[in-house]
């Protein structure tokens, strides 16, 4: 079956503008996470959904969002990007079970120049 | 969530058995062991998991010892695609799955 699928793969923006961020989870998966990860900081957990509501939250500022529709898919918004924001951002699916490992994505390039 | 301690680097010849440490005196009850892997570039790839059993599949075993405080990841024959960040997570089983990831190690398999 096909695997968790994140687009664009790269993607270049200017300071203060936005972006979004989309992620397809494999099918029948209900859980998507998102996480930045960055050389400094490593993987961060950004936040996670489930059926269409935010479970659980990872310590960013309200400039990162994110919603997911009623297909399971994802996206993740910046709003007033910085440059610190440049980072691989990854997205993960699971069935939402207890117990079951994540499948994760090949990540979006953001580059904030 | 619980956190973990691993050494930030191992280097295992090619075809011998590469086994990864983990330390995490302060897991609860409720937590798993989980282990990923990211090669350069790419997305972290599940490995196994485990709550107090060990486990074994096609690609690794995991060793978790008696009071839960540390496991070992095995890999029983290494191939120098094996080269990646291994990381050892401690997850709930209970309320919201978000993986906290630390540094991990950097297992380098030598030809």
């Known amino acids: 079956k096909a695997g968790v699928t994140q687009t664009p793969r790269y993607l270049i923006k200017t300071r203060g503008q936005q972006v979004t961020l989309s992620c397809s989870p494999i099918s029948g998966h209900r859980s998507v996470s998102w996480y930045q990860q960055t050389p400094g900081q490593g993987l961060q957990f950004l936040f996670e959904?489930?059926?269409?509501?935010?479970?659980n939250k990872g310590n960013f500022p309200g400039r990162f969002s994110g919603r997911q529709f009623s297909n399971s898919r994802s996206e993740m918004n910046v709003s007033t990007l910085e440059l610190g924001d440049s980072a691989l951002y990854l997205c993960?699916?699971?069935?939402?079970?207890?117990?079951?490992?994540?499948?994760f994505g090949s990540g979006t390039r953001l580059t904030v120049v | 969530d619980a956190k973990t301690t691993q050494p930030p680097s191992m280097d295992c010849a090619e075809g011998r058995a590469a086994n990864l440490p983990c330390n995490h005196s302060t897991i609860s009850g409720n937590e798993y062991v989980y282990w990923y892997r990211q090669i350069h570039s790419q997305g972290p790839q599940y490995i196994i998991h485990?709550?107090?059993n060990n486990e074994t599949n096609e690609m690794a075993s995991l060793i978790i010892t008696e009071d839960r405080k540390s496991s070992t990841l095995i890999l029983p024959h290494a191939t120098l695609r094996d080269t990646a960040v291994y990381y050892c997570?401690?997850?709930?089983?209970?309320?919201?799955?978000?993986?906290?990831f630390g540094t991990g190690t950097r297992l380098t398999v030598i030809p």
């Open positions: 959904y489930f059926s269409e509501t935010q479970r």
């Open positions: 993960a699916s699971s069935s939402g079970q207890r117990g079951y490992g994540y499948t």
């Open positions: 485990g709550l107090k």
């Open positions: 997570i401690v997850s709930r089983v209970t309320g919201a799955n978000n993986l906290f």
